[in-house]
């Protein structure tokens, strides 16, 4: 094998092969990246068997061949070599040389015969959406993903599409995030992905309006950007029934400017860290949430002008959980729909009805 190719698009392409690789497995193949050199492209693929990533550059390829390098080391020594042409060749006893202007490494490489084969997936059923509506919604519920494996299910984002409605829909038991998108395809899909892959998958999709295909097979998922293919197993067993736990009636509304609610939450948390949590007490009034949180260190009171439809309620949560959906939530006006101190909180944009939040409350032992 002999290509030559410039720096930074050897770079970029084994920075989106390396998202794969986990070092996890204990199958030292798998702590490589593949790279197939032909028809003068180039296909460099890293693998943790679970998940699989393969991308396509162009390059200038004098002799054909595939080989298997240490992903770490391979993309360290391009990531130091100086901004110019890159030339790799494979030599004699299993090593690649690599010269970049006055630089030259020899480093060994595997046999790629011993590198898993990526799984083959028809892409005939599938379904598109553009590149920055799908990282959007990604960011907008892995936050809300169980980060322990004690129920495997609940740490993967579930793929739901019905009556051409895309919803995305993450939960760990004391939280839920929904985030929909209307898409044109007749497809009915429910599928569990894998939270690290929609990390990976968000990381390289673009901001532009392209469109990213996705197509589902009973046990993988494949998304194609551009030049790159990611393919992922699906998580095992049946989801929770998301929409049994999200309260169709409240009590009470409140309508609130989710910037101000949102500084005024952060500054009440820095109070009451006891471990990893931190208690906020809400009172809500007729115009104002008052915001309290007291602990050892001290106390803190802070107030935001609301519009309340309902009776005035005192609740307690969690702050983080708050926090995280209320960074990630676009408009300027939120409204909150609660019905007692012991029922969820349900969190909704005021206009475009594209995303719904729910958080339980922690029980005050006074009340």
């Known amino acids: 094998m002999k290509i030559t190719c410039e720096k930074n698009i050897l770079q970029d392409a084994i920075s989106i092969a390396q998202k794969a ?4 497995s204990t199958m ?3 702590q490589g ?3 197939n050199a032909k028809n003068n492209s180039v296909i460099f693929t890293g693998s943790d068997i679970d998940l699989s990533i393969e991308t396509k550059i162009k390059a200038d390829v004098s002799e054909e061949g595939s080989i298997v390098v240490d992903a770490k080391l391979f993309g360290e020594i391009i990531r130091k070599l100086p901004n110019d042409i890159i030339e790799i060749s494979t030599g004699n006893d299993n090593t690649i040389e690599i010269i970049c202007q006055k630089s030259r490494f020899s ?3 595997m046999n790629p015969s011993d590198f898993p084969e990526l799984t083959n997936i028809n892409e005939n059923s599938m379904f598109s959406i553009p590149e920055k509506i799908l990282k959007s919604m990604i960011k907008s519920t892995i936050f809300a993903t169980a980060q322990e494996e004690t129920r495997p299910i609940l740490t993967g984002v579930l793929f739901e599409i019905k009556d051409k409605k895309f919803n995305l829909v993450a939960l760990d038991g004391y939280r839920l995030a929904v985030r929909s998108e209307y898409i044109d395809s007749d497809n009915s899909i429910n599928a569990v992905i894998p939270g690290k892959t929609l990390n990976e998958v968000a990381k390289i999709l673009e901001d532009g309006d392209s469109n990213v295909n996705i197509t589902f097979t009973p046990n993988h998922i494949l998304f194609s950007i551009g030049e790159t293919k990611i393919i992922s197993r699906l998580l095992e067993g049946e989801f929770i029934r ?3 736990i999200i309260p169709e009636e409240y009590n009470l509304k409140v309508t609130v400017k989710r910037t101000e609610l949102l500084n005024c ?5 820095l109070m009451g860290k006891e471990g990893n949590t931190s208690l906020i007490k809400l009172n809500i009034e007729e115009e104002n949430m008052i915001i309290t949180s007291n602990s050892q260190l001290g106390m803190v009171r802070e107030e935001v002008s609301i519009i309340l439809q309902g009776q005035p309620l005192q609740i307690a949560f969690n702050s983080k959980y708050l926090i995280d959906a209320l960074k990630i939530m676009e408009e300027e006006e939120i409204v909150m729909e609660l019905s007692s101190s012991v029922s969820p909180c349900v969190i909704k944009n005021k206009e475009q009805d594209n995303c719904t939040y729910l958080v339980l409350p922690v029980r005050l032992l006074n009340n």
């Open 33 to 35: 990246i593949l790279i």
């Open 28 to 30: 030292q193949i798998l």
């Open 21 to 24: 690789v986990t070092g996890k």
């Open 265 to 269: 939450i952060e500054r009440a948390s």
């Open 107 to 109: 480093l060994v490489h």
């Open 242 to 244: 998301y929409n049994s």
